[in-house]
């Protein structure tokens, strides 16, 4: 069993995750469960307008998640993720741990609003 460092952002169903948010997101970690992914980070990310229609949808739901996962559960991983009602499309990134553990720690600081808002190659104020 080797375990992998997934990034996977999902496009969800807008009106599905709108309606009902908590059935949207146990949808995803029904899933990752039944792929035996441990998840580290996860939250949505953007909803908006699709630039182009898929299927009948125009709008959607971006939502990210990081999670560990054996390497061999990825055939099975699309195959859900194709027959889920909530999905629409999805996109799944393997990562190094070095690159993979700031990424989710950046992710879950953002959840929680502790993130950094020092402007990117600015010194914070010292006070002196």
Same mark, same amino acid.
């Given at each position: &069993?080797?375990?992998?460092?997934? *990034?996977?952002?999902?496009?969800? /169903?807008? %009106?599905?995750?709108?309606?009902?948010?908590?059935?949207? *997101? +146990?949808?995803?970690? *029904?899933?990752?469960?039944?792929?035996?992914?441990?998840?580290?980070?996860?939250?949505?990310?953007?909803?908006?307008? !699709?630039?182009?229609?898929?299927?009948?949808?125009?709008?959607?739901?971006?939502? !990210?998640?990081?999670?560990?996962? +054996?390497?061999?559960? @990825?055939?099975?991983?699309?195959?859900?993720?194709?027959?889920?009602?909530?999905?629409?499309?999805?996109?799944?990134?393997?990562?190094? *741990?070095?690159?993979?553990?700031? &990424?989710?720690?950046? !992710?879950?600081?953002? @959840?929680? %609003?502790?993130? /950094?808002?020092?402007?990117?190659?600015?010194?914070? /104020?010292? %006070?002196?």
């Amino acid at each position: &069993m080797a375990q992998h460092f997934y *990034e996977c952002m999902f496009l969800l /169903d807008s %009106g599905r995750y709108a309606v009902n948010s908590r059935a949207a *997101e +146990d949808a995803l970690q *029904e899933i990752l469960t039944r792929c035996n992914a441990e998840v580290v980070a996860r939250a949505p990310w953007q909803d908006g307008k !699709l630039a182009y229609q898929i299927g009948n949808h125009k709008k959607g739901l971006h939502y !990210l998640i990081y999670f560990k996962m +054996d390497s061999a559960q @990825v055939t099975e991983f699309t195959r859900l993720c194709k027959l889920s009602e909530t999905v629409v499309r999805h996109l799944l990134i393997s990562h190094p *741990e070095k690159l993979f553990a700031p &990424m989710a720690e950046a !992710l879950s600081q953002h @959840v929680t %609003g502790q993130a /950094d808002t020092t402007p990117m190659g600015a010194q914070p /104020d010292k %006070g002196y």
